[in-house]
């Protein structure tokens, strides 16, 4: 069953190829391999042709591959030969001419060293190939994003029942990501970012040890990891002190625009409509320029993949599409507001994948 | 003090680059413009040249640079910009006619792009500009090697502690990764391994839920990243059973292959006979073809960087240089051992960083 999906993935990209003018591509995104394989591990390369389809890796990988790929042709290369030298082989074995390179990922020596060891074949640079088809989640896909979505939630409700002034953002951290494995997390999906007060200016704060009283709110970025590797990615203000003016109206603001911008998904509309429906609401209270960030990012395999809702990319939505809506509000010294949720795009409209709560009411800690 | 280590990190490098034809380097690797300017984020690229040094960044990062890198040119890209054109930018401002590029890290599609927005200059792939300086450490780099190394080793004398028949691999390493940062990480240096009897075998295993009382040992392959990205990276055996003669045999070899290995590194020493010191004392004892992978590798910023212990590398040895020492045997459906420590090569030897005990007695839990 799950090996057949694999093989449609590699169908789809076969296909996918034509008026590329490349007959084979060679995977060289880890990322990538794991999508088209099952494979999680690194340093592997994969050929897809249509008349073979072989994973290039090494002895440490062996035992790992006859797991998780049963029934993959493998090229185990040995410690004297490099995966270069090896792909090499497979490429010339699988009778390849014009093979597809995936342009983001092969480097340049790479590259190099790959041609200097194909005397014959033509090298064709691909881009985006897999992760065209990689826009599109599954079924099974979004069962493991809907995963990563409880364990990333599960281990926040632990978080806010656990919150107390003297942790330090380090400690909530630390807590966090404990939470999200015993949850059955194969980890964070990217370092959490537990930012008190004016940190939380800072986009990509990293946890310090200023502690949860020093200020009255803390603004958490965080996400769960599923043991596949499908990710989620949320953001929340947790207010743990006075409740300012300021900081009410400017929640107030984010909030509203995070609903417009979901308000705005459905099949057919572009990015930057998205994100310009999110974008009017921050402007219209006058906060525009303090929302310095594009609205959101495709998540799946990697944290960030596929489409983006900014001011320049028109690109439209597909059903199956896993976007985060994620505005927030920044003043240098003071602090900011961002409040990010994950969506899929259906056919009707979309449907809001993360649960946790997010009316202002409900972010304060008594 | 430290921007000027930074600064001299960077005349280094230029120096470096005569020879290869380029005036300047464009740094995309970010590990090596965390290297090379302090700056912790990501998606950042560096324009080292001899007339200007400028960080390419966006928003996102404005203040966290400002306290990284005080005194550093940036150019902070707005969000209609992408990376590549600000990029090139920075560099027909500064009068750069021959940029190198780090030919391992800049991808085929980032080239084509560079190449395309840059009209007159020309570009030089380079290899390893950076890696080089990064193979020897300076003091200050030894001080966060030394706590990445501290921080593993307090998470395991907790783990040591706390083992016990019912808990899972999974429950392990997330207590280990837990205590670690407890100790001051930032995390581990990479997904621990904890792989209970039979998974032993599988030198990449990933946690599951295998307890610990399920076999009679239990590998561990850790290492913890210090708050500044320095690294560490050991595995010992447990031994939580019984005390069979055939776990006994393979650790007393694996760990006098490791100790030979250790005896072998001094300056001026090749890396494949150091290798080869180790490997001879397993193939003695009749295991060679179990003993499927590399005896070392460097570790610093990157958990592998630098030089390889191998057959084939005959790079020598210098002074400054840190590598892992990790022979191991492994047989498919029984286990393996492996035992690893840092070593740190001085004027006069070297020196074992790490002090976690490994005789076998010691590795017995009672």
Chains 1, 2 share one sequence.
Not at 184 to 208: E, N
Not at 213 to 227: C, H
Not at 233 to 254: C, Q
Not at 298 to 308: P, S, W
């Amino acid at each position: 069953m799950a090996a057949d999906r694999f093989a449609a993935r590699r169908q789809k990209l076969l296909h996918g190829l034509k008026g590329t003018g490349a007959d084979a591509l060679l995977v060289t995104n880890f990322t990538n391999v794991t999508y088209l394989t099952g494979f999680s591990g690194d340093d592997s390369f994969l050929l897809v042709s249509k008349a073979a389809t072989v994973l290039i890796s090494d002895g440490r990988y062996t035992t790992q591959i006859g797991k998780e790929c049963p029934g993959l042709d493998r090229c185990i290369r040995s410690q004297k030969e490099s995966t270069i030298a090896a792909t090499a082989g497979v490429i010339c074995q699988a009778r390849v001419q014009k093979l597809g390179v995936e342009s983001e990922s092969l480097t340049v020596a790479e590259h190099e060293k790959l041609a200097a060891a194909l005397k014959s074949q033509t090298l064709i640079p691909v881009a985006g190939a897999v992760e065209e088809l990689r826009l599109i989640k599954d079924a099974e896909e979004l069962v493991e994003i809907r995963k990563a979505v409880r364990q990333a939630e599960k281990g926040f409700e632990v978080l806010r029942a656990e919150l107390r002034g003297e942790l330090s953002e380090l400690e909530v951290a630390n807590n966090l990501e404990y939470s999200m494995r015993q949850f059955g997390a194969r980890g964070a999906s990217f370092p959490p970012i537990i930012a008190v007060g004016a940190r939380a200016a800072l986009p990509h704060a990293r946890p310090t040890s200023c502690r949860i009283s020093e200020a009255d709110f803390v603004l958490i970025d965080w996400g769960a990891s599923a043991t596949s590797g499908y990710k989620s990615d949320l953001t929340r203000v947790l207010v743990t002190g006075k409740i300012s003016p300021k900081l009410e109206k400017l929640y107030r603001v984010v909030l509203n625009a995070q609903l417009a911008g979901i308000a705005a998904i459905r099949l057919g509309v572009r990015c930057c409509d998205v994100d310009a429906a999110a974008r009017r609401v921050v402007d219209e209270a006058g906060f525009g320029k303090h929302f310095n960030h594009g609205l959101g990012h495709g998540v799946g395999l990697d944290i960030h993949e596929g489409l983006r809702f900014n001011a320049v990319s028109t690109e439209e939505l597909k059903p199956g599409m896993i976007m985060t809506v994620e505005p927030g509000v920044y003043f240098e010294g003071w602090g900011g507001v961002r409040i990010e949720d994950d969506v899929l795009v259906t056919r009707t409209g979309c449907e809001v994948l993360t649960s946790t709560p997010k009316e202002f009411e409900q972010s304060i800690i008594q």
